[in-house]
């Protein structure tokens, strides 16, 4: 359910959120609003179904942002920054690594055709028209397309501590063709089917992040080698020291944000993508014009035809001229659908059209000696331009890296949203556009990826052959996925989707197929990255379900651990004189529980509503024999929106009838908020207050029940005493049966070597470390 500040087209708006709407009207006294001199039982149902209806408003909510007018535009030029420079620079090199030799003129018009095709059925039809609307609430990327469908379909397991407030968007049965249902019965019925659909989007999403690895890499050091057009002597070594410079400057401006980088690029982009149109007519007008009937597809046919083995070898060139599109749709989380269509079909696509117009018009026309072919950009710009077109090609191939920088911030994002990469710090880098992200560690990660990188290879045509194969693999796996999407989800008749399917899938097999052939010659080596990937994404999912395994058993309710027959209810206890006495079970010992003057605020990290109790507290009551006056479990709830309005950001309930003074406190708060400071302990105070009070703390004792009364005296009393956090330290550690396959055991030490060395330590947050106990506990897992 998504809150109107996250579907505002403009700055979040100051709008009561859905979720939070009144549930007390229907609730009291004959149906009246309960005062705070009503029976505690009616706020208590009324408290109960509020936290309900929140938390599975949260969990589910929808944040997908739409824009209009000037916030549209805005988008449109900030993406073309981003998004088109990989694919903007596709004509540097797409002729020379098509043709070994000087070609015909048929031959020429053939490749040019294969070209124009591909760009129009693959980037065009297939991305901008398909596949870009089977987003995940905004998000793009192959990963993107398996959280959808598993939102659709039960093929995925999920943490068991809030999967009961998760909702399916399954379309019931009737309602959906007979393909589509048989094939979503087949995903959830086979296990088989699940990991083999699991297995496709982990190495997907790899090898996006592989690109975003080998593309800085492989722009950088082309945009350099371009020098050697007026300097031939410069050396390889300079080359490479000077890549690296400029790859590392390119990493450190990554926390700018996408919306400064964006801008700052897109002028550079559009320069390059306006010349290349303008270079493009002018060659077709001063050559061969006659290369336009190679819009015609029959052009491409008989060039495959007509080259035999050769032609389909050279499909491992002209697919490096739709390179990037994998990151036109992993990138609209940054930019939005429309921002990303409006910008290819407004700018990009048309100038790369007549961009390699233009340069087969200039192959076509070279005579039987001629090199062109090896350099078409180059030699196809006019007289007077070579030194412009030598510096805007540089800057172009330097900004050229941002599409997959992004596009790895992006995926990284989702697989952590899906528990198949650890939690690590990620940094909204806009208030408006919010899905805009910057994530510190990975953005190291990759500059060392992309150092090692351009050490090791220090030259494109390796690289060239790497990348190649990766984009394709993406693309052949989007078809496969987004044929899923169509029947299960959109419920397209398979009479519509299979004839498209057969289409796209038979043109990406024809591209795969031909760059497999560059596997042994480089493109090894992105599979190899993307396999290792691969492996740390499944071992980290494969670890949380063993760790969610662990722990559920791990919340128990209170009368589990304690003897609370004698203690009555915490309305009898509050407002008689004297306390019963609370004992532990006969389970933990049967000794008696003392209590402890103050606050303790627990803090929860998974938050449900209802009795049971996370496990730091019942360690605290094991290890302490008491229990603080006034108990608070906390948890901090983020939501994918800047601000929570201040009225919205607390739930609070009871947790437990029989026990005085406890309370479960939710801190609703937006990713532009730091509710970890020193104003938070006061602040819990209040809210506890006005809890109680329902909104008026000010109220005289008449207004107020006398049980309200008893629970504000104790809570001054504790608050003057002492308010404390407490922390639990889940330490992890492999049971002695799991030593017997060493496979196992070696998986797990993996894993929880991540767990602990990507686990927040306490001394990045920002509160005060002199009030704060951390209780320590083992689990075998």
């Known amino acids: 359910m998504a809150s109107p500040s996250s579907q505002a087209t403009t700055t979040p708006q100051k709008q009561q959120d859905p979720s939070l709407v009144d549930l007390t009207a229907s609730v009291g006294n004959g149906g009246e609003r309960p005062t705070p001199a009503d029976d505690s039982q009616a706020w208590e149902r009324v408290d109960q179904e509020k936290a309900r209806r929140v938390a599975v408003a949260d969990l589910n909510r929808k944040n997908k942002q739409t824009y209009r007018g000037l916030s ?45 095709w591909s760009l129009t059925l693959i980037v065009s039809i297939k991305y901008c028209l398909i596949v870009l609307f089977a987003d995940d609430d905004g998000h793009g990327g192959t990963f993107a397309m398996y959280s959808l469908l598993a939102r659709h379909a039960n093929i995925l397991r999920r943490d068991p501590n809030s999967s009961s407030l998760l909702r399916l968007e399954r379309h019931h049965t009737r309602e959906m063709p007979s393909v589509g249902r048989t094939a979503r019965n087949f995903l959830e019925r086979s296990n088989i089917a699940k990991i083999a659909l699991k297995i496709i989007a982990i190495v997907g999403v790899s090898l996006v992040i592989a690109d975003g690895i080998l593309m800085p890499a492989q722009s950088v050091l082309g945009a350099i080698q371009g020098v050697r057009v007026v300097r031939p002597d410069f050396t390889t070594s300079a080359i490479v020291g000077i890549s690296c410079a400029i790859i590392v400057l390119l990493f450190l401006i990554q926390w700018f944000g996408t919306a400064k980088l964006g801008s700052c690029f897109a002028p550079v982009v559009i320069i390059w993508l306006l010349f290349n149109l303008s270079t493009g007519i002018y060659n077709l007008v001063q050559y061969d014009h006659g290369v336009a009937k190679a819009f015609s597809p029959y052009f491409a046919f008989s060039y495959l035809a007509r080259n035999g083995e050769e032609g389909w070898k050279s499909l491992g060139g002209t697919l490096l001229a739709f390179t990037g599109s994998e990151a036109l749709f ?12 409006i910008s ?62 992004t596009s790895s911030f992006q995926l990284i994002s989702q697989l952590m949203r899906l528990s198949y990469f650890p939690h690590i710090k990620m940094v909204h880098t806009s208030h408006k556009f919010h899905y805009q992200i910057y994530i510190p560690f990975a953005n190291f990660l990759l500059l060392i990826g992309t150092i090692i990188v351009t050490a090791v290879y220090n030259n494109t045509t390796s690289l060239g052959h790497a990348y190649g194969v990766c984009v394709i693999i993406v693309s052949f796996i989007t078809t496969c996925m987004a044929a899923l999407v169509a029947l299960i989800i959109w419920r397209i008749p398979s009479y519509v989707v299979i004839p498209v399917f057969l289409i796209f899938i038979a043109l990406d097999g024809a591209y795969l197929t031909a760059a497999l052939q560059k596997v042994a010659a480089g493109g090894w080596f992105t599979l190899v990255l993307a396999f290792l990937l691969s492996l ?41 004189s004297t306390h019963g006495k609370i004992k532990f079970s006969t389970s933990f010992g049967g000794g008696e529980l003392f209590q402890t003057p103050g606050i303790a605020i627990f803090f929860d990290k998974v938050g449900t509503v209802g009795d049971k109790v996370p496990r730091v507290f019942t360690q605290y009551l094991r290890r302490f024999k008491s229990r603080p006056q006034v ?97 639990g330290k889940e330490m992890m550690q492999i049971r002695k049966s799991s030593k017997r396959n060493p496979l196992r055991w070696a998986a797990l030490e993996v894993f929880l070597w991540i767990r602990e060395n990507s686990r927040r330590k306490l001394s990045d947050m920002n509160i005060d470390h002199d009030s704060l106990i951390e209780v320590g506990f083992v689990k075998d897992i």
């Open 536 to 576: 740390i994404f499944a071992l980290w999912r494969w670890g949380k379900e063993k760790q969610w395994a662990a722990e559920a058993m791990d919340r128990i309710i209170p009368a589990e651990i304690l003897d609370l027959s004698a203690h009555g209810t915490a309305r009898q206890s509050q407002s008689s």
């Open 631 to 727: 108990v608070v479990l906390f948890h901090l709830r983020p939501l994918t929106q800047p601000v929570v309005p201040d009225e919205e950001k607390f739930i609070i309930t009871r947790f437990n009838s029989q026990m005085s003074s406890c309370y479960r406190v939710t801190l609703r708060h937006g990713y532009a908020e730091d509710m970890l400071t020193s104003e938070l302990k006061p602040r819990i105070v209040m809210e506890l207050i006005l809890f109680l009070t329902r909104g008026a703390p000010d109220a005289s004792p008449a207004d107020v029940a006398p049980s309200v009364q008893k629970e504000l005296q104790t809570l001054n009393q504790a608050q003057a005493a002492q308010v404390l956090y407490v922390m």
């Open 344 to 405: 290819w079909f407004g700018l990009a696509y048309p100038c790369l059209l007549i961009t390699y117009l233009g340069q087969a018009a200039v192959l076509a026309a070279d005579d039987a000696n001629g090199i062109a072919y090896t350099n078409p950009f180059f030699y196809s710009v006019p007289p007077g331009t070579f030194y412009f077109s030598l510096v805007i090609a540089i800057l172009t191939a330097i900004v050229a890296s941002q599409a997959l920088i």
């Open 72 to 116: 549209l535009l805005w988008l449109v030029f900030q993406s073309v920054g981003v998004v088109y420079g990989d694919i903007g620079t596709s004509p540097l090199y797409v002729y020379s690594s098509t043709f070994s030799a000087h070609p015909s003129r048929d031959d020429v018009i053939g490749a040019l055709s294969i070209i124009i």
């Open 330 to 341: 992993a990138d609209i989380g940054a930019f939005g659908r429309t921002a990303t269509q």
